[in-house]
């Protein structure tokens, strides 16, 4: 990643306490009262948001990556991150996984810390060409499969990934 990373930290942030921490809080005590964990209460889809905000970018319009320059992946801390190739259209978007950039965003149960880490295309490249065969394969035979599922460790990302920003107990502690 040669370019400078331009950031918008305290729109992200913000959104951040108003759309994920407070509104998860708010739900919290129906989640307990019908027994529902409050863990995975917080979308996918807010999370790309957040890293749209972050990053400046755009949702990406038909199949594909979540955002017009960035793929999103998120996941409790210390857990890997999930691929899933549709049996339409995976090939294209395993393509496309290897010419942008990937965010990555772990955060605690209770989503009071979060971590957002960025990869470079040419690091993950490797791995997605890795997974062409068996995503060909997983679609031929006589019961062809509908979603292939891979994964990003954790500890890859931690090693290879950009720490962008940081909010430990609800404060942001570091920004790029």
């Given at each position: 990643m040669d370019e400078k990373i331009d950031l918008d930290v305290d729109r992200a942030y913000n959104f951040y306490k108003l759309y994920l921490l407070d509104w998860t809080r708010g739900k919290k005590a129906l989640y307990e009262e019908?027994?529902?964990?409050?863990?995975?209460?917080?979308?996918?889809?807010?999370?790309?948001?957040?890293a749209a905000i972050l990053l400046k970018d755009r949702a990406k319009?038909?199949?594909g990556t979540d955002l017009e320059k960035h793929e999103v992946k998120s996941a409790i801390y210390g857990n890997s991150f999930?691929?899933?190739?549709?049996?339409?259209?995976?090939?294209?978007?395993?393509?496309?996984?290897?010419r942008v950039n990937h965010v990555f965003i772990s955060y605690s149960s209770n989503y009071a810390n979060v971590e957002v880490r960025l990869v470079d295309s040419s690091l993950l490249a490797p791995i997605f060409d890795s997974w062409l065969i068996g995503l060909i394969t997983n679609y031929g035979g006589e019961i062809p499969r509908q979603r292939y599922r891979r994964s990003i460790s954790f500890g890859m990302v931690k090693r290879s990934g950009i720490l962008l920003l940081q909010i430990q107990a609800e404060e942001l502690i570091f920004a790029l």
């Amino acid at each position: 990643m040669d370019e400078k990373i331009d950031l918008d930290v305290d729109r992200a942030y913000n959104f951040y306490k108003l759309y994920l921490l407070d509104w998860t809080r708010g739900k919290k005590a129906l989640y307990e009262e019908y027994g529902f964990k409050v863990e995975g209460s917080v979308l996918s889809r807010d999370w790309e948001l957040f890293a749209a905000i972050l990053l400046k970018d755009r949702a990406k319009a038909g199949d594909g990556t979540d955002l017009e320059k960035h793929e999103v992946k998120s996941a409790i801390y210390g857990n890997s991150f999930e691929y899933q190739y549709h049996r339409n259209h995976g090939v294209d978007k395993l393509e496309e996984d290897k010419r942008v950039n990937h965010v990555f965003i772990s955060y605690s149960s209770n989503y009071a810390n979060v971590e957002v880490r960025l990869v470079d295309s040419s690091l993950l490249a490797p791995i997605f060409d890795s997974w062409l065969i068996g995503l060909i394969t997983n679609y031929g035979g006589e019961i062809p499969r509908q979603r292939y599922r891979r994964s990003i460790s954790f500890g890859m990302v931690k090693r290879s990934g950009i720490l962008l920003l940081q909010i430990q107990a609800e404060e942001l502690i570091f920004a790029l």
